[in-house]
């Protein structure tokens, strides 16, 4: 991404939950990763958008209100769906879903925060994952993104003992856990 893109990019982060304890350091990450998606996009046109630091009972109510299912997601993004204008839409994030996935799956919390805002920094650009195939290359142009900010693959199976990473040779590619979104 070109300087003068860079620049043209105004990500504005908002933290509505007491949660987000280091709340510079998730602002930090969190725009880090958005940027990035941006370069790897090749969204150069000025953009603005907002990324939402919440928690659980927060993204609930949103995704009862907006998606009609009433529980806690990870991640949310809603695209702005007027032309021509240069807010892009919004990412809203929660809190404790992140922790308790990343808890589960082993891996850091930023790690995880960071893929969960590329993840809905795609979707803002148009990407989805209903189908296979549209999912497929979203999940490719996560772990691309994801490589550039040396975050390992989120979608690489937990670290297990080695006898059990023995067998797994043996075996199919374990299903990809759901995205959600």
């Known amino acids: 991404m070109t300087r003068a893109a860079r620049s043209a990019l105004k990500i504005d982060v908002l933290v509505v939950s007491d949660r987000w304890k280091d709340a510079e350091k998730a602002r930090s990450i969190v725009r880090r990763a958005v940027t990035r998606a941006a370069a790897a996009t090749r969204s150069t046109t000025p953009t603005e958008l907002a990324i939402v630091l919440a928690d659980d009972s927060t993204i609930r109510s949103l995704n009862r209100d907006w998606r009609g299912i009433d529980a806690a997601t990870n991640v949310l993004s809603f695209p702005t769906k007027s032309a021509g204008g240069p807010h892009l839409g919004d990412i809203v994030l929660a809190f404790e879903t992140i922790a308790r996935e990343a808890r589960r799956e082993r891996k ?18 148009g990407h989805d994952h209903k189908r296979e195939r549209d999912a497929l290359a979203m999940e490719l142009a996560e772990r691309n993104i994801l490589h550039q900010l040396a975050i390992p693959d989120p ?17 199919k590619r374990p299903a990809k856990p759901p995205l959600k979104s």
């Open 108 to 125: 850091p919390f930023t790690h995880h925060a960071a893929h969960l805002a590329v993840h809905g920094f795609l979707h803002l650009v």
């Open 155 to 171: 979608y690489r199976p937990a670290a297990m003992p080695p006898a059990k990473q023995a067998a797994k040779h043996c075996t």
